[in-house]
C-alpha cells in the first residue's frame, strides 16, 4: 500500500470521500487517459463524462500534479470524479478551437498543479535569453510557486560571470544558479530546495538539459536523454508529454514539453512580485496617468537618469504588461491597436489638407 504523503498529500487537500471515492494524484496526462497514483499503487483513469464534456471548464481538467477523487477500478480504468483545490498551478491561454482573427472566448490550460519550486532553466550555450527568462519568472511568481533560474552547461562556457550578471541585474528575489548537469558542479546549490514531498516543475526552451538535470539529481538514468547539435543547440525536445517523477530522496519533479512561445495568462500578480521596485516608482510618479515619457514628477524616468533603474528593465516590464494585456483579450487589443493607427492616419490627411490651403 502506497503512503499518498509521500506524493505531497495533506491536510489541506482533504476531502469528504463518498460513494468509495479515494485520493490520488496525477502523474501523467496522455490525451483523454491519466496515470495516477493512490493508496493502491499506480493505475489508468479517465475523466467522469460530465467532466470530459464540459469544454468551456477546461481550467478544471486535471493536470500533472493535481490530486483528485476516484472511484478505483481494479480490474480496468479508474474513474475521476473530481479535481480537488489546487495550492499553486502554471497555465496558459488556449486559444484552439477558435477562428483565425476571432477569439470569442479565451480557456485557460492548466499545465502543472500543487508544486512548490518553479525551476525556470536556460542553458548558457547558444539559447541564452534574458528577456525569455523574465517572461518564466512573472508567470512562475503569478502560479503560487516559488521560481528559482537555473543556468545549466556551465561546462560549455568558460565564463560565464557576464551572463549571471545580466540575469541577476534583471531579477529581484530570485536565485540564479550556473550549473553543470554533466560535471556536477553547482548542483549541491539545490539541496536548499531538494527537500522530501516537496514538488518542483521544470520549465524551460528545447534542449536546456532537463531530462539530463532529473537524471543527475536522480543518480541514475530515468529519463532518456536525446544529443543535440551543442555548436547551435538545435535538437529534438525529448519529452512528448507532462509527468509528474518520484526520486528516491522522495522528491517530486513535474517535467513539461518544452515551449519557446509562452502564453500569459492572468498574470498581473505575477508582473507585481518580478517588477516590485518598477510598480513602487509607477505609484511614486506625481500625476496617476502619467505615461513615464516626459511629464514632471515622474519618478520612472528619473530613476532611469539617475541610474537606479536599468532601461532595459524598464523595456522589459512594459513588454511583458503588453503580452498580459493581449492574452487578456486579444480581440480588444487587436481592435483598439487598428483604431490607434487608423487615428494617426487621419491626423497626417488632415495635416496634409491645412499645409496645402496655405
Known amino acids: 500500500m502506497i503512503d499518498l504523503k509521500n506524493y505531497g498529500y495533506t491536510e489541506r487537500y482533504l476531502a469528504d470521500n463518498t460513494d468509495g471515492c479515494i485520493p490520488a494524484r496525477i502523474t501523467q496526462v496522455l490525451r483523454e487517459m491519466y496515470k495516477v497514483v493512490s493508496m493502491n499503487g499506480e493505475s489508468n483513469a479517465r475523466l467522469k463524462g460530465s467532466l470530459y464534456n464540459n469544454t468551456e471548464a477546461a481550467q478544471d481538467f486535471p493536470a500533472v500534479g493535481d490530486f483528485v477523487l476516484i472511484k478505483y477500478n481494479e480490474i480496468g480504468d479508474s474513474q ?3 479535481v480537488l483545490p489546487r495550492k499553486s498551478k502554471f497555465s496558459r491561454p488556449d486559444y484552439s478551437g477558435h477562428a483565425a482573427g476571432y477569439v470569442k472566448t479565451i480557456l485557460e490550460q492548466v499545465v502543472a498543479a500543487n508544486f ?9 550555450n547558444y539559447d541564452f535569453n ?52 554533466v560535471t556536477g558542479k553547482g548542483l549541491e546549490q539545490l539541496n ?9 516543475v521544470f520549465l524551460g526552451s528545447s534542449g536546456v538539459g532537463k531530462s539530463t538535470l532529473v537524471n543527475a539529481l536522480a543518480g541514475e538514468e530515468i529519463m532518456y536523454v536525446n ?37 500569459m495568462w492572468d498574470i498581473e500578480e505575477g508582473l507585481g512580485e518580478a517588477f516590485s521596485d518598477v510598480e513602487e516608482l509607477i505609484l511614486a510618479c506625481r500625476f496617476s496617468d502619467c505615461t513615464h515619457r516626459n511629464e514632471p514628477g515622474c519618478a520612472v524616468m528619473a530613476a532611469i537618469r539617475g541610474g537606479t533603474l536599468e532601461q532595459s528593465r524598464w523595456k522589459n516590464y512594459l513588454q511583458l504588461k ?7 483579450n486579444k480581440s480588444v487589443y487587436l481592435r483598439e491597436k487598428k483604431e490607434f493607427h487608423k487615428k494617426i492616419n487621419r491626423d497626417a490627411r488632415s495635416r496634409q489638407k491645412v499645409g496645402g490651403k496655405k
Open 227 to 263: 544529443t543535440i547539435r551543442e555548436d547551435d543547440s538545435k535538437g529534438r525536445h525529448t519529452t512528448t508529454h507532462r509527468q509528474l517523477i518520484l526520486l528516491k530522496n522522495q522528491v517530486m519533479i513535474i517535467d513539461t514539453p518544452g515551449m519557446r512561445e509562452l502564453g
Open 192 to 200: 536548499a530546495y531538494l527537500k522530501p514531498e516537496k514538488t518542483i
Open 116 to 124: 512548490d519550486y518553479v525551476f525556470i532553466m536556460a542553458s548558457l
Open 80 to 82: 475521476i470524479i473530481k
Open 322 to 328: 503588453g503580452e498580459a494585456r493581449f492574452s487578456e
Open 130 to 181: 534574458v528577456n525569455r527568462i523574465l517572461r518564466y519568472i512573472t508567470v512562475a511568481w503569478e502560479s503560487g510557486g516559488i521560481p528559482v533560474v537555473i543556468l545549466t552547461k556551465a561546462d560549455l562556457v568558460e565564463d560565464n560571470e557576464n551572463q549571471l550578471k545580466q540575469v541577476r541585474e534583471q531579477v529581484i528575489g530570485v536565485d540564479v544558479i550556473a550549473l553543470s548537469s
